[in-house]
């Protein structure tokens, strides 16, 4: 399973584009209150392994809370199919909606739980 691939991902119109690579060896199912709504999987990758291809400034962005994380919706279909921000370390990280994905067949992850309520 933990296996690097490179994932072709998009929002559901396809005007939002990337690729990410990953393992999917840790995915999140968080609970904070934008995620427990969104319904979000997430895996998370540094910048070199994610590449926007299409519809960057097509997204609209939007932030709560303490504003550290850019969550970044197409501005066509709505999906937010990957959103950035810093880590802990200081290092900015891209949080990829892992149901955006092709080919990861979501009934094989085990989304570890994250408790981004009290985060
Ligand atoms: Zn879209």
Redesign the pocket.
């Known amino acids: 399973m933990a296996e690097m691939k490179t994932y072709a991902g998009a ?6 584009k990337y690729e990410a690579q990953t393992d999917l060896a840790q995915v999140v199912s968080c609970n904070c209150s934008i995620c427990h709504k969104r319904g979000l999987l997430l895996t998370f990758v540094p910048p070199e392994q994610f590449k926007p291809l299409a519809g960057v400034d097509n997204q609209k962005l939007y932030q709560f809370n303490k504003k550290v994380i850019d969550h970044l919706f ?1 501005s ?2 709505g ?1 937010e199919s990957y959103g950035t921000g810093m880590g802990p370390d200081g290092k900015r990280m891209f949080a990829i909606n892992v149901r955006c994905l092709d080919g990861v067949d979501l009934s094989t992850l085990t989304p570890m739980p994250y408790n981004g309520r009290d985060a």
């Open positions: 929002c559901h119109c396809g005007q939002v197409c066509n279909c999906v």
